[in-house]
């Protein structure tokens, strides 16, 4: 039986647990262009691969004081999931319950809470809060419960810039900011990543390069010998804006976080994009130029042509017009005498002068073939400079400097992990500010699968909280649990069904 996205599961979440006679069941609203979801699009395990049911996990909802719902981020089942997670702690916690958020940084939090109040119109709220293109279909339903429920939604998440800027400069470099930017990410000197968690994060890693293939060991050295050869100058103002690009990591794009479907400008998958990209662009150029060339050289050619054959007509016509000219004047000479046009004396001038008319036209002619002959060196050698950079853009970038973590000794680490330590802290700090609060943080599967990320960080800065992890995985066979790829990924491991239309193609932030 099909059903709208959010309408399934309200049978069985409703009224499960002690506190939920006190509450109705709210539907959420439902957004035009969602994805349908049915009971048969996922099944839920435990975490050693047992089948579980809805009543299970809302058992263990009313035991806890914050759960992580890991998403897929194009993922309708996701989704789905984290509705009915929301309403069903609503149903269990009432006003106590808040919705935290890896999609809204703490610099938009005051937004945020400007749009639950009522202050600002939705269409203000989604202009300033810099929420993602998928907010609408994915996210806005949640926004609004919390909105319609007066519950409290925390814009998590450190700002993307500060993330980068610890890729870019390691984590140190965090301490320039104002104290206005630090109240925006986690309390510094933040913690680094554990052992376990560097070592998933090292797999994705190696996963995700070898995706990538290693180029053959000839061309990899032809590719050095090359770029040690190529350090010529290109325009300024093109390198300049590559390196720019390559820093600051502005694509089409296309900016992402290492987040499980969400993609981040600074990894390994994105950088192998990025140089497809700028390789694909680079050869389109470089066949504009070969296309030029040969327009040149058919220019030349066809110059040649002309100029010989404007030769020959100028000293056709020349020898044609010099006798009327020499009809129509008399060269005076001396006193008064003038000298006979027929005249052999006057015909040896007359030569002459054909014949110094003739090298000036051919020295002009020469100079003019030079100076194409010389634009098209130039052009050469601008295509070769041209290689050379695009050579190097396109290879391998260099791996990020040893930061001053505690684990995995680079900076995309450290900025995954200011990321962890953000929501954790942002988490830890509502869970202080309002006592008995129970939160559910919506965030991507990386960042709270098997307990690492967020909720070790969360457990560093608020000892004691009770949580548990639902982690979204996508799959072909949603009733076959995979132990290799399955187990321990979370307190309860919902499978979806990966043939569903995924909410988004291409996200930006």
Same mark, same amino acid.
């Given at each position: 039986?099909?059903?709208?996205?959010?309408?399934?599961?309200?049978?069985?979440?409703? %009224?499960?647990?002690?506190?939920?006679?006190?509450?109705?069941?709210?539907? =959420?609203?439902?957004? *035009?262009?969602?994805?349908?979801?049915?009971?048969?699009?996922?099944?839920?395990?435990?975490?050693?691969? /047992?089948?579980?049911?809805?009543?299970?996990?809302?058992?263990? &909802?009313?035991?806890?004081?914050?759960?992580?719902?890991?998403?897929?981020?194009?993922?309708?089942?996701?989704?789905?999931?984290?509705?009915?997670?929301?309403?069903?702690?609503?149903?269990?916690?009432?006003?106590?319950?808040?919705?935290?958020?890896?999609? =809204?940084?703490?610099?938009?939090?005051?937004?945020?809470?400007?749009?639950?109040? %009522? &202050?600002?119109?939705?269409?203000?709220?989604?202009?300033?809060?810099?929420?993602?293109?998928?907010?609408?279909?994915?996210?806005?339903?949640?926004?609004? =419960?919390?909105?319609?429920?007066?519950?409290?939604?925390? @814009?998590?998440?450190?700002?993307?810039?500060?993330?980068?800027?610890?890729?870019?400069?390691?984590?140190?470099?965090?301490?320039?900011?104002?104290?206005?930017?630090?109240?925006?990410?986690?309390?510094?000197?933040?913690?680094?990543?554990?052992?376990?968690?560097?070592?998933?994060?090292?797999?994705?890693? *190696?996963?995700?390069?070898?995706?990538?293939?290693?180029?053959?060991?000839?061309?990899?050295?032809?590719?050095?010998?090359?770029?040690?050869?190529?350090?010529?100058?290109?325009?300024?103002?093109?390198?300049?804006?590559?390196?720019?690009?390559?820093?600051?990591?502005?694509?089409?794009?296309?900016?992402?976080? /290492?987040?499980?479907?969400?993609?981040?400008?600074?990894?390994?998958?994105?950088?192998?994009?990025?140089?497809?990209?700028?390789?694909?662009?680079?050869?389109?150029?470089?066949?504009?130029?070969?296309?030029?060339?040969?327009?040149?050289?058919?220019?030349?050619?066809?110059?040649?042509?002309?100029?010989?054959?404007?030769?020959?007509?100028?000293?056709?016509?020349?020898?044609?017009?010099?006798?009327?000219?020499?009809?129509?004047?008399?060269?005076?000479?001396?006193?008064?005498?003038?000298?006979?046009?027929?005249?052999?004396?006057?015909?040896? /001038?007359?030569?002459?002068?054909? *014949?110094?008319?003739?090298?000036?036209?051919?020295?002009?002619?020469?100079?003019?073939?030079?100076?194409?002959?010389?634009?098209?060196?130039?052009?050469?050698?601008?295509?070769?400079?041209?290689?050379?950079?695009?050579?190097?853009?396109?290879?391998?970038?260099?791996?990020?400097?040893?930061?001053?973590?505690?684990?995995?000794?680079?900076?995309?680490?450290?900025?995954?992990?200011?990321?962890? @330590?953000?929501?954790?802290?942002?988490?830890?700090?509502?869970?202080?500010?309002?006592?008995?609060?129970?939160?559910?943080?919506?965030?991507?599967?990386?960042?709270?699968?098997?307990?690492?990320?967020?909720?070790?960080?969360?457990?560093?800065?608020?000892?004691?909280?009770?949580?548990?992890?639902?982690?979204?995985?996508?799959?072909?066979?949603?009733?076959?649990?995979?132990?290799?790829?399955? *187990? %321990?990924?979370?307190?309860?491991?919902?499978?979806?069904?990966?043939?569903?239309?995924?909410?988004?193609?291409?996200?930006?932030?």
């Amino acid at each position: 039986m099909h059903i709208m996205l959010l309408s399934l599961l309200a049978l069985f979440f409703a %009224g499960f647990s002690p506190a939920s006679s006190s509450y109705s069941a709210p539907a =959420f609203a439902v957004v *035009a262009d969602t994805v349908e979801v049915t009971s048969e699009h996922f099944r839920i395990y435990r975490s050693d691969g /047992m089948p579980a049911t809805i009543a299970d996990v809302q058992a263990a &909802l009313a035991k806890i004081d914050v759960v992580f719902v890991g998403e897929q981020h194009d993922d309708p089942v996701s989704h789905f999931v984290e509705r009915e997670v929301l309403k069903d702690m609503y149903n269990i916690y009432g006003q106590a319950t808040a919705l935290s958020m890896e999609m =809204f940084s703490r610099d938009v939090q005051y937004i945020v809470d400007e749009y639950l109040a %009522g &202050l600002i119109s939705d269409a203000h709220f989604q202009q300033s809060s810099s929420p993602w293109s998928n907010y609408v279909t994915d996210y806005k339903p949640q926004v609004d =419960f919390a909105k319609e429920h007066g519950l409290d939604v925390i @814009a998590a998440n450190a700002p993307r810039r500060y993330a980068n800027r610890v890729t870019r400069m390691g984590r140190q470099s965090l301490m320039d900011l104002s104290d206005q930017a630090l109240s925006y990410v986690a309390p510094q000197p933040y913690g680094g990543a554990s052992e376990t968690y560097t070592a998933q994060w090292n797999k994705v890693m *190696a996963e995700a390069m070898a995706s990538m293939g290693a180029a053959p060991k000839e061309e990899d050295a032809e590719m050095k010998h090359e770029m040690a050869e190529g350090e010529h100058k290109m325009a300024e103002h093109k390198m300049e804006g590559m390196k720019h690009e390559m820093a600051e990591g502005d694509h089409a794009g296309t900016e992402h976080e /290492m987040e499980h479907g969400e993609m981040d400008k600074d990894s390994a998958e994105y950088k192998k994009m990025h140089a497809e990209h700028m390789a694909a662009g680079m050869k389109h150029e470089m066949a504009e130029g070969e296309h030029k060339m040969e327009g040149m050289k058919h220019e030349m050619a066809e110059g040649e042509h002309k100029m010989a054959e404007h030769k020959m007509e100028g000293m056709k016509h020349e020898m044609a017009e010099g006798e009327h000219k020499m009809a129509e004047h008399k060269i005076e000479m001396g006193e008064g005498h003038e000298m006979d046009m027929n005249s052999e004396e006057h015909k040896k /001038m007359h030569a002459e002068h054909m *014949a110094a008319g003739m090298k000036h036209e051919e020295g002009e002619g020469e100079h003019k073939m030079g100076e194409m002959k010389h634009e098209m060196a130039e052009g050469e050698h601008k295509m070769a400079e041209h290689k050379m950079e695009g050579m190097k853009h396109e290879a391998p970038a260099a791996a990020p400097a040893p930061s001053s973590g505690q684990h995995g000794g680079d900076t995309m680490l450290d900025a995954q992990s200011l990321w962890d @330590a953000t929501m954790a802290w942002s988490i830890a700090e509502h869970l202080t500010r309002k006592p008995g609060s129970k939160v559910v943080h919506m965030v991507g599967g990386f960042h709270s699968e098997t307990g690492t990320g967020t909720p070790e960080h969360l457990i560093q800065y608020r000892p004691g909280t009770r949580f548990m992890v639902i982690t979204m995985k996508t799959t072909d066979d949603i009733n076959t649990f995979d132990p290799e790829e399955h *187990a %321990g990924m979370g307190d309860f491991v919902i499978l979806g069904d990966a043939s569903l239309p995924r909410t988004y193609g291409t996200r930006t932030r």
